[in-house]
């Protein structure tokens, strides 16, 4: 699986192969989310392929002001593949948003800043190729429902696979008894496990997108499931996701139900996660591996890791840029949020997984979620872990013991970091600490990202009463 075009030629060859009617075109927001142009196949040539589409940038959430709105999507014709999803033959082509004003690269384009940031670790000498694996979870529900007004607020979710279902009365059918429950959901067979012909369905689509599937599976929480793909280019790897995202939701979406990658959807149950795998290689060589070391990680490799570490308060207000993503780091559900390494051990932030040599050798950092914007939570941890390289930055570690079992005081005791523990800490630590990233992403966009996510995010979810405040303060 791969590309399906390797030039502007080609892609229109594919088109004609295809008997294509309309062209997509996507682009990606500062917070993750997928936009798009439709033109029809007769309005679309190699000028503007190569010369660019306008569409009005004021109207995008946190970019341009009205009186500066007009901007291009400069398309990759190589990142061409059909919509398997329109009922016409329609081709999808990521994009990149290109500035007139200032006649560069938007400095607020989440594709243009990772690969800005792979043309530094090159322009420093230290890398000429970033791979990134992701592992998106999500979720299935049957239903969702919920409220935000001024005098009430609440959300109801349902899967068939919910244990409080376990005494449900169903019209049409009966109550077949079959669930996971909570924390059960690890690799249960049918009909346990409910999820297994969808799943299937999204696997043979996403190898329709170009995708290299590995596997799927039902995850620890009741409803939630995962898709192995394999990992690749910093770029490429964060199309991927924008990719997975879309086949999960439709899939879900024309099966009646509805996924989510929200990071703490149940309550007392495991959460979704984005573990992303991560090397850095020169001249077809690893550089993290080093066989015989702890791990075979290299020096580079552990010094990249401490870098993330060092700057974690501001990393995470890029991988877990929600407020719900810091009620899935809570102890007690498989999301680490103590800053060590170990091998093999899932309870530290940075598990260094098994592998044979010098290709699988790699870190996986696992407290990103997949509210983060791939592209920029990806080139973050990139140039924080750049920055540990340059300054040879040793993380707390390696740590082997199950880090769940230890209490805040002995965490306190050995001198452990931690993520931050609210959204609002993470982006007062980015507010405090970005020199690390200026080399590619612009004062500007800083200022405009934590601005944009403490007046979107912060402050109206602080100033919410929730149910819980009503059940432990009404009668005080």
């Not at 989310?33 to 589409?53: D, I, K, Q």
Request: aromatic share 12%; with cysteine; proline share 5%.
């Amino acid at each position: 699986m791969g590309k399906f075009v390797n030039n502007v030629e080609e892609f229109f060859t594919f088109c004609e192969d295809n008997d294509v009617q309309f062209v997509d075109l996507r682009f990606t927001d500062i917070k993750g989310a997928w936009h798009h142009l439709t033109y029809r196949m007769s309005a679309v040539n190699t000028e503007n392929l190569e010369a660019g589409f306008p569409f009005d940038g004021s109207s995008v959430e946190a970019w341009q002001p009205i009186n500066k709105s007009d901007m291009l999507l400069k398309a990759d014709s190589t990142t061409a593949f059909l919509d398997p999803f329109t009922a016409d033959p329609t081709v999808i082509i990521f994009c990149d948003v290109y500035d007139i004003y200032k006649k560069q690269a938007y400095e607020r384009c989440p594709r243009s800043i990772a690969k800005a940031a792979l043309k530094h670790a090159e322009s420093i000498g230290i890398a000429d190729a970033a791979y990134f694996g992701p592992e998106n979870e999500f979720f299935i529900f049957d239903n969702v429902q919920f409220i935000d007004n001024i005098n009430e607020a609440g959300y109801r979710i349902d899967t068939e696979e919910g244990e409080w279902n376990s005494n449900t009365t169903y019209e049409d059918m009966y109550n077949t008894g079959h669930r996971p429950g909570t924390k059960g959901g690890y690799f249960p067979v049918q009909p346990t496990d409910s999820m297994v012909d969808m799943r299937a369905e999204m696997m043979q689509i996403l190898e329709q997108v170009g995708l290299e599937v590995i596997l799927g599976h039902h995850e620890v929480a009741q409803g939630q499931g995962e898709i192995g793909i394999v990992f690749s280019d910093i770029i490429t790897a964060s199309d991927n996701v924008q990719k997975y995202k879309y086949v999960v939701k439709m899939v879900a979406h024309l099966n009646g139900k509805t996924a989510t990658f929200m990071p703490k959807p149940l309550y007392g149950d495991n959460g979704n996660g984005m573990h992303v795998h991560q090397s850095l290689w020169k001249n077809g060589k690893n550089l993290f591996y080093n066989e015989g070391q702890y791990g075979n990680l290299s020096e580079m490799a552990i010094n990249y890791t401490g870098g993330i570490f060092k700057h974690s308060h501001a990393v995470a207000a890029f991988t877990n840029p929600s407020t719900n993503s810091y009620k899935r780091l809570i102890p007690g559900f498989e999301a680490p949020n103590i800053l060590t390494y170990s091998s093999q051990n899932r309870s530290a932030a940075c598990r260094i997984p098994y592998g044979a040599g010098e290709k699988a050798t790699r870190i996986e950092m696992r407290f990103p979620d997949s509210t983060a914007c791939p592209y920029l939570a990806f080139a973050v941890m990139m140039m924080a872990g750049l920055d540990g390289i340059k300054n040879k930055t040793i993380p707390v570690g390696p740590m082997d013991e199950d880090l769940f079992e230890l209490s805040l005081d002995e965490i306190r005791e050995k001198n452990i970091p931690q993520m931050p523990h609210t959204l609002r800490s993470s982006l007062e630590g980015l507010i405090a600490d970005n020199d690390f990233l200026k080399p590619v992403f612009t004062q500007e966009f800083i200022n405009a990202y934590q601005s944009y996510r403490f007046e979107r995010d912060v402050w109206p979810d602080e100033g919410r009463p929730t149910a819980y405040e009503f059940k432990t303060t009404y009668q005080c």
